[in-house]
């Protein structure tokens, strides 16, 4: 742990992980409510508009186990920036689609490798304890909660900003690339190389 229970919630290490949570759910939820659309401007069937929405979550029962343990191997850092770059180009391209297909693919190409939460929540569970874990989460559970509340309303206003339903995916794009930099110049890093090969055993099949 980094953190001795009578030194409290390290504010200065979870505070960027809230920002990067909040910022990372605001350009997922901002993309949410409006796949279905995606689906129908290329005059999907409801079989494929359902495609195009389970096509992240199926993705994600591959890529969370997959990122977790590489993440337990080299680091927090490393597989959160590749989880959001990931995400990022994942955007740019549902924002470029002039294909059901290209819209898919965007979709399991995040779903594959944008453990991003998933990869925050790992970090908070680094820098808290059995005492203070219950704070961070509470924390985090807040980014995810604002996330929730703005993205749908940030994809509405764009949608009546423009008939293009390129405008929030690159708006979403935009949020990834904030969270690229939060993490790149405020996330430190939460699992250091003696605590790797621990937590590697821990994941290894008995």
Known sequence: MTDSPSRGLSYDRVVPIFLIVFVDVLGLTIILPLLHLYGAVYGATPLQIGLVAAAFPLAQLIGVPLMGALSDRFGRKPLLL????????????????????????????????????????????????????????????????????????????????????????????AYSFCSILLTIFIFKETLPPEQRQQQTNRRAPV
Not at 152 to 161: F, G, M
């Open 82 to 173: 590749i989880s959001q770059v990931t995400t990022f180009v994942g955007f740019i391209i549902l924002a470029l689609s002039n294909s059901l297909w290209m819209v898919i693919f965007s979709r399991v190409l995040d779903g594959v490798f944008g453990a991003n939460l998933a990869t925050a929540q790992a970090a908070l569970s680094d820098v808290t304890d059995d005492k203070t874990r219950a704070q961070g989460l509470g924390l985090t559970g807040a980014a995810f909660g604002l996330g929730f509340l703005f993205g749908p309303v940030i994809a509405l206003v764009s949608l009546e900003l423009s008939d293009s339903l390129a405008l929030p995916a690159y708006i979403a794009a």
